[in-house]
């Protein structure tokens, strides 16, 4: 891109603050627990109940990890080559102490399988189905102990082991396995649409459900759990690095510091476990509401239909999401556009929503897509907006690291630095690389 020949103006963005126990303040999540303790923090400590799912060495390496959150972690000393100064790295302070929650490590509900059975379900021949025959291993699991027991769990620990990782993924290669043979043919990726056979009883379509989303564990397992309650997967070689060794005595990965997985950890219960975000932000402006669109294709769907979805961003930190109807929505490789009427019912959602909670529509309402917003759908938008609220379109596109910005030193620019270009269009470098925003 060629810039103009002028001074280039360069800003930076403070980062936000965030409210933490007590009304304090810090713009560092991580500061905040560590001082005050979570935004809604209870006078009395909170009980999480926590079940683990996995292999029984997954789920030793998880009860050792459990009694690591319920004491103080440490940023480990730098290593050759590391700056002195890691200020993005912090001591974990323990569960009870930053987050005002709490578990017995040697009261979490286990549930065994053996890696046996991991191991031949991924070797099935088809990668949907043996991907399917994987999550039903924790599944099933899982619903046998809620039928045969009444203790309820906050959140599932799903704890899998590497072949899990490399072999359940999309384009899993499963290289140098001796495959078995499953249920449908190995070169089957698409739901057979034979609707007239099925209904007369011909064929049976009862399982092929399977083929309707991509192969992936992690999909695959969350969308089941949506009906049971919280997940957190970990990897076997996140939580015990030392047990996987290559060759020559390194981890077979490399994996971030224990005090920052403590941190990721701890924050996942919390958020997974109580009704409100451990904070909140401290400075939204009175009568602003955002919203963020995405568009998702819908696999396999025969006439390549898309589903539109609106976030709205609360100062809690937390959103609320509201889907649209499914619709012809792509109108190219990376580009999708709302007929007039689906925009206009999506953002009339959103506004019903945010005067049901404020009590007023806003005044300013800013619309974040990735994709331009073309004349039908943006008046759509104009007019499903009452006369006193001001709407403004921001587009938010990814450069991909194509965009750098040096500063003196050899530190990268700090989060937050803005080029602004013009009034409408600016690069605002949010974390490695930058994003180009126009409204």
Same mark, same amino acid.
């Given at each position: 891109?060629?810039?103009?020949?002028?001074?280039?103006?360069?800003?930076?963005?403070?980062?936000?603050? $965030?409210?933490?126990?007590?009304?304090?303040?810090?713009?560092?999540?991580?500061?905040?627990?560590?001082?005050?303790?979570?935004?809604?923090?209870?006078?009395?400590?909170?009980?999480?109940?926590?079940?683990?799912?996995?292999?029984?060495?997954?789920?030793?390496?998880?009860?050792?990890?459990?009694?690591?959150?319920?004491?103080?972690?440490?940023? &480990?000393?730098?290593?050759?080559?590391?700056?002195?100064?890691?200020?993005?790295?912090?001591?974990?302070?323990?569960?009870?102490?930053?987050?005002?929650?709490?578990?017995?490590?040697? !009261?979490?509900?286990?549930?065994?399988?053996?890696?046996?059975? %991991?191991?031949?379900?991924?070797?099935?021949?088809?990668?949907?189905?043996?991907?399917?025959?994987?999550?039903?291993?924790?599944?099933?699991? =899982?619903?046998?102990?809620?039928?045969?027991?009444?203790?309820?769990?906050?959140?599932?620990?799903?704890?899998?082991?590497?072949?899990?990782?490399?072999?359940?993924?999309?384009?899993?290669?499963?290289?140098?396995?001796?495959?078995?043979?499953?249920?449908?043919?190995?070169?089957?990726?698409?739901?057979?649409?034979?609707?007239?056979?099925?209904?007369?009883? =011909?064929?049976?379509?009862?399982?092929?459900?399977?083929?309707?989303?991509?192969?992936?564990?992690?999909?695959?397992?969350?969308?089941?759990?949506?009906?049971?309650?919280?997940?957190?997967? $970990?990897?076997?070689?996140?939580?015990?690095?030392?047990?996987?060794?290559?060759?020559?005595?390194?981890?077979?990965?490399?994996?971030?510091?224990?005090?920052?997985?403590?941190?990721?950890?701890?924050?996942?219960?919390?958020?997974?476990?109580?009704?409100?975000?451990?904070?909140?932000?401290?400075?939204?402006?009175?009568?602003?509401?955002? %919203?963020?669109?995405?568009?998702?294709?819908?696999?396999?769907? &025969?006439?390549?239909?898309?589903?539109?979805?609106?976030?709205?961003? $609360?100062?809690?930190?937390?959103?609320?999401?509201? +889907?649209?109807?499914?619709?012809?929505?792509?109108?190219?490789?990376?580009?999708?556009?709302?007929?007039?009427?689906?925009?206009?019912?999506?953002?009339?959602?959103?506004?019903?929503?945010?005067?049901?909670?404020?009590?007023?529509?806003?005044?300013?309402?800013?619309?974040?897509?990735?994709?331009?917003?073309? !004349?039908?759908?943006?008046?759509?938008?104009?007019?499903?907006?009452?006369?006193?609220?001001?709407?403004?379109?921001?587009?938010?596109?990814?450069?991909?690291?194509?965009?750098?910005?040096?500063?003196?030193? !050899?530190?990268?620019?700090?989060?937050?630095?803005?080029?602004?270009?013009?009034?409408?269009?600016?690069?605002?470098?949010?974390?490695?690389?930058?994003? +180009?925003?126009?409204?």
């Amino acid at each position: 891109m060629r810039f103009p020949e002028v001074s280039l103006r360069v800003e930076h963005i403070h980062e936000p603050e $965030l409210e933490f126990a007590a009304g304090q303040r810090s713009p560092h999540p991580k500061d905040g627990l560590f001082l005050y303790g979570p935004h809604a923090k209870p006078k009395k400590i909170r009980d999480i109940r926590i079940g683990v799912v996995g292999t029984r060495e997954g789920i030793a390496h998880f009860r050792a990890w459990a009694y690591k959150l319920k004491s103080v972690v440490t940023v &480990p000393p730098p290593g050759k080559g590391e700056k002195a100064d890691r200020l993005h790295l912090a001591n974990f302070p323990g569960i009870d102490e930053a987050f005002g929650v709490t578990f017995d490590p040697d !009261d979490v509900r286990t549930l065994a399988i053996t890696i046996e059975e %991991i191991d031949r379900a991924t070797r099935i021949e088809n990668l949907n189905e043996a991907v399917e025959k994987v999550a039903h291993l924790y599944i099933d699991r =899982v619903n046998k102990h809620l039928r045969n027991e009444e203790s309820s769990v906050d959140v599932w620990m799903l704890v899998v082991p590497e072949i899990v990782y490399d072999r359940c993924r999309p384009g899993s290669k499963r290289m140098g396995l001796k495959m078995e043979k499953g249920t449908f043919s190995k070169r089957q990726k698409l739901k057979v649409s034979l609707p007239l056979l099925a209904a007369a009883g =011909v064929i049976d379509q009862t399982n092929e459900n399977i083929f309707e989303d991509v192969p992936d564990f992690h999909r695959r397992i969350k969308a089941e759990f949506l009906k049971i309650a919280p997940t957190q997967l $970990l990897r076997e070689t996140t939580i015990a690095p030392e047990a996987f060794l290559n060759s020559a005595g390194y981890p077979l990965r490399k994996t971030q510091d224990a005090a920052t997985i403590a941190w990721n950890l701890a924050t996942g219960l919390y958020y997974k476990s109580q009704p409100t975000p451990p904070w909140r932000l401290a400075s939204v402006r009175p009568g602003v509401c955002y %919203i963020g669109m995405v568009y998702k294709s819908l696999p396999n769907d &025969p006439q390549g239909h898309s589903c539109c979805a609106a976030q709205m961003f $609360l100062n809690e930190g937390d959103g609320v999401v509201f +889907r649209g109807a499914n619709g012809p929505w792509k109108t190219g490789d990376y580009e999708f556009h709302l007929k007039r009427d689906a925009a206009k019912r999506l953002l009339t959602m959103v506004l019903d929503t945010y005067t049901a909670s404020h009590g007023a529509p806003p005044r300013e309402l800013f619309i974040h897509g990735q994709t331009y917003f073309n !004349d039908e759908e943006w008046q759509a938008f104009v007019d499903a907006a009452p006369v006193e609220t001001n709407v403004i379109g921001v587009r938010i596109r990814t450069t991909s690291g194509d965009t750098k910005l040096f500063r003196d030193g !050899d530190y990268p620019v700090l989060r937050g630095t803005a080029l602004l270009l013009d009034r409408r269009t600016a690069y605002l470098w949010t974390r490695a690389v930058s994003h +180009r925003a126009e409204s």
